[in-house]
């Protein structure tokens, strides 16, 4: 067996003068939206991969399951472990989403994680790793590339023939089959119907083939948002799993944490605007000072005082996953801050670790004072409308000590 490549335990460097603070109250309201709008019979399952979209998985996992989840969805084996040794005691079901390599499978199997597998080369470093640890069958979940072409195994031959493998092996058992859609976040969209039919077909050959998967889930917190609309609606996923009596799962990631994508098209939203977000991400300011009309600030003079003002200096830039694209010279308004509950501005370039805002209508400001970077007031949409990108991205990329608070 090939040399473990990653660490059993985490560690990352992260900023001591920024963090994040985490609201179990929110989180916890979140996850139970979610859950009364998937309805009786589906269960909702909680994603925490990429350390909870930068929220902290140690710290959310516990909340998770206290507001009623079953399973947590990670990235690979080593959050698994992270996520497991978070939860102590309790040995709730955890997915691990992204694909399996080899030297993974020991501690996948040691740990009782559920692999996420559409390879026959899984199923056997799998089985292989359940014959040295001596622990029993190993549970996996099998994923049906439906149309998204980037996980999964697609329905026919080369489905038919991994199950006719599968069923003569004792060392793994087909605890699940799920899919992933490429266009949740869209109402009405072919692409979707399209892998509902070939998932549908992919079901059809495992129950011919003679497998009885205790679980099959399918769609994302878009899928929830977008739950009245007929290709979304979880009446089909309902369906498909009580036609194999098993019980129905969608995961979501993104809507736990207080944000969803925008329904294109004619759609009415089902939970988007009930979620709350979870993130609150805090620095303090480290510097003061005022400056005359006609003085420039920051990286190549972009910006340039057209009056008296009052700058604050914050200890926070690109490299803790401020995004650069919130710079604000005077050409175009860029981003801001929020200080002492009012905006203040980002002037001149974010730069590495340090940005400067305008506090000059706002009173009183001090070294120490608090600065929000995210939440009330400047949201994970805004930083992402700012920087042309996804609300995913921006809470993804920050890089900040994580606290749990009421």
């Not at 597998?117 to 069958?137: D, I, K, N, Y």
């Not at 493998?165 to 859609?181: A, P």
């Not at 679980?215 to 917190?221: F, K, L, P, R």
Request: charged share 20%; hydrophobic share 45%.
């Amino acid at each position: 067996m090939a040399a473990a490549r990653y660490p059993l335990t985490a560690f990352r460097i992260v900023s001591v003068k920024s963090w994040v603070e985490v609201s179990e109250r929110r989180l916890t309201a979140n996850y139970r939206l979610l859950a009364e709008t998937a309805g009786a019979g589906v269960s909702v399952l909680g994603v925490v991969k990429a350390d909870a979209y930068g929220h902290g998985a140690e710290i959310c996992a516990p909340v998770l399951t206290r507001a009623g989840a079953e399973w947590l969805g990670v990235t690979d084996a080593a959050e698994g472990l992270a996520v497991r040794k978070a939860m102590g005691a309790n040995q709730l079901r955890v997915l691990v989403m992204s694909g399996l390599l080899e030297d993974e499978a020991d501690d996948v199997v040691r740990h009782s994680l559920t692999p996420v597998v559409w390879t026959r080369q899984h199923m056997e470093w799998l089985s292989e790793a359940a014959e040295r640890c001596g622990t029993g069958p190993v549970a996996v979940h099998l994923e049906i590339d439906s149309g998204m072409a980037r996980q999964g195994i697609a329905a026919g031959d080369e489905l038919r023939e991994l199950l006719e493998w599968l069923r003569g092996q004792k060392e793994i058992v087909l605890d699940g089959v799920m899919t992933h859609f490429a266009s949740a976040e869209v109402a009405g969209a072919a692409q979707t119907l399209e892998q509902q039919s070939r998932f549908e077909e992919a079901m059809w050959l495992i129950e011919d083939t003679g497998f009885r998967p205790a679980w099959v889930h399918a769609g994302n917190s878009s899928t929830l948002d977008n739950n009245g609309d007929a290709t979304q609606s979880l009446g089909w996923l309902r369906t498909i799993a009580a036609g194999c009596s098993a019980r129905a799962m969608v995961r979501s990631g993104l809507g736990l944490y207080g944000y969803c994508l925008p329904i294109e098209g004619e759609a009415v939203a089902h939970v988007r605007n009930g979620l709350v977000p979870v993130m609150t991400w805090k620095t303090r300011v480290i510097g003061v000072r005022d400056v005359c009309a006609g003085e420039t600030v920051g990286y190549n003079a972009t910006f340039t005082a057209q009056r008296p003002m009052r700058l604050a200096l914050l200890p926070v830039g690109y490299a803790d996953g401020l995004r650069r694209e919130l710079s604000g010279p005077n050409a175009v308004p860029g981003g801001w801050m929020m200080v002492h509950g009012q905006r203040a501005p980002i002037v001149g370039r974010v730069s590495m670790n340090l940005t400067v805002v305008d506090v000059s209508g706002i009173a009183d400001v001090a070294v120490g004072d608090e600065a929000i970077v995210l939440g009330d007031g400047i949201t994970a949409d805004d930083h992402a409308l700012l920087a042309r990108t996804i609300a995913y991205e921006i809470v993804c990329g920050v890089r900040a000590e994580s606290r749990l608070v009421p």
